[in-house]
């Protein structure tokens, strides 16, 4: 059975930093993808940030591109999100969720599988 687990969600001031990271177990993790989606109440949820584990190619949101940052950890089955110069705009519920196929884009939530329960994060002055 795979379990996704996101961790590192808190508050922070604007232009502040958080990292997040994603583990899974009951998954070969070299060939997957992970994606970071994010979710206000009442919006749809909205994919920021994608990482092939294979290649390390990686893709962004317009909205994060150039503030975030995706990356891994192969050797402990570890993705992490490096969020700076946050605003108030990036308050959101963050997931984790992982998928078995590369794209040049971050899939609609439908087409994925494996989710977390969601961190939280929070920009307030």
């Known amino acids: 059975q795979v379990q996704v687990r996101e961790s590192g969600g808190g508050s922070v001031q604007p232009g502040g930093s958080l990292r997040l990271s994603c583990e899974a177990s009951?998954?070969?993790?070299?060939?997957?993808?992970v994606a970071w989606f994010r979710q206000v109440p009442g919006r749809e949820r909205e994919g920021v940030a994608s990482?092939?584990?294979?290649?390390?190619?990686?893709y962004y949101a317009a909205s994060v591109k150039g503030r975030f940052t995706v990356s891994q950890d192969r050797a402990n089955n570890k993705v992490y999100l490096q969020m700076d110069s946050l605003n108030f705009e990036d308050t959101a519920m963050y997931y984790c969720?992982?998928?078995?196929?590369?794209?040049?884009?971050?899939?609609?939530?439908?087409?994925?599988?494996?989710w977390g329960l969601g961190t939280q994060v929070t920009v307030s002055s």
């Open positions: 969720a992982i998928y078995s196929f590369k794209a040049g884009f971050i899939p609609r939530p439908q087409a994925i599988p494996y």
């Open positions: 009951g998954l070969v993790w070299s060939f997957y993808s």
């Open positions: 990482i092939y584990t294979a290649d390390n190619n990686s």
